[in-house]
C-alpha cells in the first residue's frame, strides 16, 4: 500500500497522472516486476499454408520483415527445414508447444516447415513486448512479405513519422476517467486484494509456477471448423441474434463440464483481455500492428453461469459498456496497469478459466486460407485456457489445461467442436445439451460410486487389519 501511494503521488504530482503517462509512451506501462513474469511466458503459435513455400524467398521474406521493423539479428531470427507430406498439424503443435525456444532468439522466432503441398509457420515469441494479437500479426506481415515482396511497418515506435500511436490527449471523458481519485482508490484496492490473493498462497505451487519456478504439466489440444461448418454457425446465431463470443463462451464451458468431477473447478475465475489500441489511442489504424495493449477483465461466475447463454450475453454486453465508455473494470485495470505497472492479473492460476476470442482476422490472399491456432507454451498453468480466432473463414479453436489430463481434455475439445457444428440449429442445439446433462449427471455418478467403493473399501481393511491386530 505503501508502495502505490507513494506512486500515486509522484505520478498525480510530476507526471501528469494516469493521462500523463499513457500519453508518453506507445503502450500502456507495467513494472519491471510483471515485466519480467511475461518475458517467462513465450507465445506459441502454427499457421498451416495449403501452399509449398520456397526456402530461400522465405528467408529473404523475413529479413525484409525483420528490418522493416526494426528487429535486430539476436532479436527476431528465422530457420526453414523441408518435411514430408505425412506431417500434420496437431504433430507440429504439439512439439513446438513443448520446445524451448527461447534461447534461440530474443524476441521472435520463426521456423517454417515446407512439405510438397504445403507449409507450416511457426510462430515462438515473448510475451513480455507482444500480445497475442500482435504475434498473430507478426506472423501476417511476414506472410504478406513473402507473397507481396514488399514488408508492412507494423511494430510503433516513439517519435516514428510513420507510426507512433499515442493516447488520444483530445477526449476530455477519457481524461476525466483518469483523474487522481479514481486512481487512488484504484492503489488502496489493488493493494488489498494482491495482499489477499497472494499472500494466502505465497509459498503454494501455484506461485511457483507463475514465477517460473517449476514447469506445470499443461496439456493442449487443437481443433478447426470448415469454411460451410463455420460459415453455417456464423449465420445460425445471427439468426438467433446471439454474439459468437457468448456462444464460444458456453459451448467452452460446457466442453469443461463433462470431464470428470476431479478436474472441474466449480467456480472458476474468469480472466479475459481487451486491447487498447483500436480504442483510445490515435491514429486510428487497423488492428495490424504490433504491441502490448492488453488489459485483463474478469469475474468470478460458477461453471453453470459460463456455460449459460443468458449469463454469457449479459456479460458480453457489461464488458463492451465498460470498453466504450472506459467505465468500471476497463478504466480500473487501464490505471491499475498504467500508474502501478500492475495488470489485471492476480489469481490463483489454476483457478483461472482464461477466455480469448479475436473474432474475424484474415491472411494473404495468396497464402490460400490457412488455420492458425496459438496458445502459450507449457510453461503457463491454469485451470482452461480457451483461445478461439476466425482466420479465413474457418473457426479455429486451441484449448490448453494444467489441471485436465490430455486424452480428458481431448474429448471436451471434441464435444466443442460438436457442440459449435450442431449450433446450426437451436433443436440440434437443445439435444446436444440433453446429452450433456446426461453425461454430467452419470460422471458425478460415477464419481460418488468409486468415492463409496474405497471407502468401503478403506473400512474392510481397517477392519481386517486391526482385527487380525486383535486377535
Same mark, same amino acid.
Given at each position: ?7 500515486? =503521488? ?40 495449403? @501452399? ?12 525484409? =520483415? ?14 526453414? *527445414? #523441408?518435411?514430408?507430406? *505425412? ?9 513446438? +508447444? ?15 516447415? *515446407? ?5 507450416? &509457420? ?20 511476414? &506472410? ?5 515482396? !514488399? #514488408? ?13 500511436? $499515442?493516447?488520444?490527449?483530445?477526449? !476530455? !471523458? ?10 487512488? +482508490? ?13 499472500? $494466502? ?192 473463414? +474457418? ?41 450433456? @446433462? ?5 460422471? @458425478?455418478? +460415477? ?25
Amino acid at each position: 500500500l505503501f508502495l502505490n501511494l507513494w506512486t500515486w =503521488f509522484i505520478a498525480y504530482t510530476y507526471h501528469g497522472g494516469a493521462h500523463g503517462l499513457a500519453a508518453s509512451t506507445t503502450l500502456p506501462l507495467s513494472n519491471r516486476i510483471i515485466r519480467k513474469l511475461f518475458s517467462l511466458v513465450d507465445v506459441c503459435n502454427v499457421t498451416e499454408l495449403p @501452399k509449398p513455400w520456397d526456402e530461400a524467398k522465405a528467408k529473404q521474406a523475413f529479413d525484409a =520483415f525483420r528490418v522493416r521493423n526494426g528487429f535486430a539479428e539476436d532479436e527476431a531470427r528465422i530457420l526453414v *527445414t #523441408a518435411i514430408p507430406d *505425412t506431417v500434420n498439424k496437431p504433430e507440429v503443435w504439439h512439439k513446438y +508447444r513443448m520446445t524451448d525456444l527461447a534461447s534461440t532468439a530474443t524476441v521472435h522466432y520463426v521456423h517454417v516447415l *515446407t512439405a510438397p503441398s504445403k507449409t507450416f &509457420v511457426v510462430g515462438y515469441t515473448n510475451f513480455r513486448d507482444f500480445d497475442g494479437t500482435s504475434c498473430f500479426n507478426l506472423i501476417k506481415g511476414f &506472410v504478406a512479405t513473402y507473397y507481396d515482396g !514488399e #514488408a508492412p511497418l507494423v511494430r510503433p515506435t516513439v517519435g516514428s513519422p510513420e507510426l507512433d500511436l $499515442r493516447l488520444d490527449t483530445e477526449n !476530455e !471523458e477519457l481524461k476525466k476517467k483518469l483523474g487522481a481519485l479514481p486512481a487512488l +482508490r484504484c492503489a488502496v484496492g489493488t493493494s488489498y486484494t494482491m495482499a489477499v490473493q497472494y499472500g $494466502r498462497w505465497l509459498l503454494s505451487r501455484e506461485l511457483f509456477d507463475a514465477f517460473g519456478c517449476a514447469s506445470p504439466e499443461c496439456c493442449s489440444v487443437i481443433e478447426s471448423l470448415s469454411l460451410e461448418e463455420t460459415a453455417k454457425m456464423t449465420a445460425a446465431l445471427r439468426a438467433r441474434k446471439l454474439k459468437p463470443f457468448a456462444h464460444l463462451m458456453t459451448t467452452s464451458a460446457e466442453a469443461a463440464k463433462i470431464v470428470p468431477k476431479q478436474y472441474q473447478v466449480e467456480r472458476p475465475i474468469l480472466l479475459t483481455q481487451v486491447s487498447c489500441q483500436s480504442r483510445y489511442y490515435m491514429p486510428k489504424v487497423e488492428r495490424n500492428v504490433c504491441g502490448n495493449w492488453l488489459i485483463g477483465l474478469g469475474t468470478r461466475p460458477t461453471l453453470d453461469e459460463l456455460s449459460s447463454e443468458s449469463w454469457a450475453s449479459k456479460f458480453y454486453t457489461g464488458l463492451i459498456e465498460h470498453i466504450e465508455s472506459f467505465s468500471g473494470n476497463a478504466a480500473w485495470s487501464f490505471i491499475n496497469q498504467t500508474v502501478y505497472g500492475m495488470s489485471g492479473y492476480r489469481a490463483n492460476p489454476r483457478k483461472i478459466f482464461w477466455f480469448n476470442n479475436y473474432g474475424l482476422r484474415s491472411m494473404h490472399e495468396g497464402a490460400g486460407g490457412v488455420t492458425y491456432h496459438w496458445a502459450p507454451t507449457y510453461s503457463v498453468a491454469t485451470y482452461f485456457l480457451v483461445c478461439c480466432v476466425c482466420v479465413d473463414g +474457418r473457426m479455429c479453436i486451441t484449448i490448453s489445461s494444467s489441471v485436465v489430463p490430455q486424452g480428458e481434455l481431448q474429448k471436451a475439445v471434441e464435444h466443442m467442436k460438436k457442440m459449435l457444428i450442431e449450433s446450426a440449429g437451436g433443436e440440434a442445439l437443445s439435444t446436444a445439451r440433453v446429452g450433456l @446433462k446426461a453425461a454430467s449427471f452419470a460422471a @458425478k455418478l +460415477r464419481h460418488r460410486t468409486e468415492r463409496s467403493c474405497a471407502k468401503i473399501r478403506r473400512s474392510s481393511f481397517a477392519a481386517a487389519t486391526f482385527g487380525g491386530a486383535a486377535l
